[in-house]
């Protein structure tokens, strides 16, 4: 049984914490935080990126700044240098609140997103989900549609990102429960078993975690609040 460990991660940081945050990334990811127009987008693209190195870190025995990430053959990051293929890892933030995971000999996925109103989700849904899905979605009540939608996103991101395939396997080709549904495969075009679980970000987020291994162990924490004074 492959064991997966899980972190929520506060992004509301001091800014000192954020330029500690910035000294541990490489030139390329601060090269992708600076192509967001927003300041709030960058700081925390750069915030997120530093937790991911840390919590690699501590699990490699290396320094922040000695994390080596690459990008596989499907676009997914993984560790080069002489930690590669140590441990399968994937990151995701919205709003104030980033998702990472790490998982040993199974690919993991994660997706977090913050709910918020959204006007045409019905159709976002017809058009991109499974047919079985939309209409799941339809059937709830027009209070339940935004929070459901946000939950089904996470759950469909969280495989696809899991695969590593990106746009290659269209989000239609497999089905999932819609929430409040508990997460689970209706209908999966790739071979395998999986693990696919909710997590507690706090009131305003959904998110999901995907673990390509059957009753995968997933243990969630909660980054401590100071976790960038252990970067230096």
Same mark, same amino acid.
């Given at each position: 049984?492959?064991?997966?460990?899980?972190?929520?991660?506060?992004?509301?940081?001091?800014?000192?914490?954020?330029?500690?945050?910035?000294?541990?990334?490489?030139?390329?990811?601060?090269?992708?935080?600076?192509?967001?127009?927003?300041?709030?987008?960058?700081?925390? *693209?750069?915030?997120?990126? %530093?937790?991911?190195? $840390?919590?690699?870190?501590? +699990?490699?025995?290396?320094?922040?700044? @000695? =994390? !080596?990430?690459?990008?596989?053959?499907?676009?997914?990051?993984?560790?080069?240098?002489?930690?590669?293929?140590?441990?399968?890892?994937?990151?995701? *933030?919205?709003?104030?609140? %980033?998702?990472?995971? $790490?998982?040993?000999?199974? +690919?993991?996925?994660?997706?977090?997103? @913050? =709910? !918020?109103?959204?006007?045409?989700?019905?159709?976002?849904?017809?058009?991109?989900?499974?047919?079985?899905?939309?209409?799941?979605?339809?059937?709830?009540?027009?209070?339940?549609?935004?929070?459901?939608?946000?939950?089904?996103?996470?759950?469909?991101?969280?495989?696809?990102?899991?695969?590593?395939?990106?746009?290659?396997?269209?989000?239609?080709?497999?089905?999932?429960?819609?929430?409040?549904?508990?997460?689970?495969?209706?209908?999966?075009?790739?071979?395998?078993?999986?693990?696919?679980?909710?997590?507690?970000?706090?009131?305003?987020?959904?998110?999901?975690?995907?673990?390509?291994?059957?009753?995968?162990?997933?243990?969630?924490?909660?980054?401590?609040?100071?976790?960038?004074?252990?970067?230096?």
């Amino acid at each position: 049984m492959s064991a997966a460990d899980i972190w929520v991660v506060d992004l509301a940081l001091s800014p000192n914490e954020f330029d500690l945050c910035e000294a541990v990334l490489d030139a390329d990811e601060r090269d992708r935080g600076n192509r967001f127009l927003r300041p709030a987008d960058r700081a925390r *693209h750069r915030a997120s990126h %530093a937790a991911l190195r $840390l919590i690699l870190a501590e +699990a490699l025995s290396l320094a922040p700044a @000695e =994390i !080596r990430l690459e990008a596989g053959a499907g676009g997914k990051p993984e560790l080069g240098g002489a930690a590669r293929g140590a441990l399968d890892f994937n990151l995701s *933030h919205s709003g104030g609140r %980033a998702l990472i995971g $790490l998982a040993r000999g199974a +690919a993991i996925g994660v997706d977090l997103e @913050e =709910i !918020r109103p959204i006007t045409d989700a019905l159709r976002i849904a017809r058009a991109h989900f499974a047919p079985d899905e939309a209409a799941a979605l339809a059937a709830l009540p027009l209070s339940a549609i935004d929070p459901a939608f946000f939950g089904l996103w996470t759950r469909k991101e969280a495989v696809v990102k899991a695969l590593g395939t990106g746009l290659l396997l269209p989000l239609d080709r497999f089905s999932v429960s819609v929430p409040p549904e508990p997460p689970r495969f209706l209908r999966m075009a790739q071979d395998g078993t999986w693990t696919l679980t909710s997590v507690d970000c706090g009131p305003g987020y959904a998110a999901t975690v995907a673990v390509r291994s059957a009753e995968a162990g997933i243990a969630v924490r909660h980054f401590p609040d100071d976790w960038p004074s252990r970067l230096g």
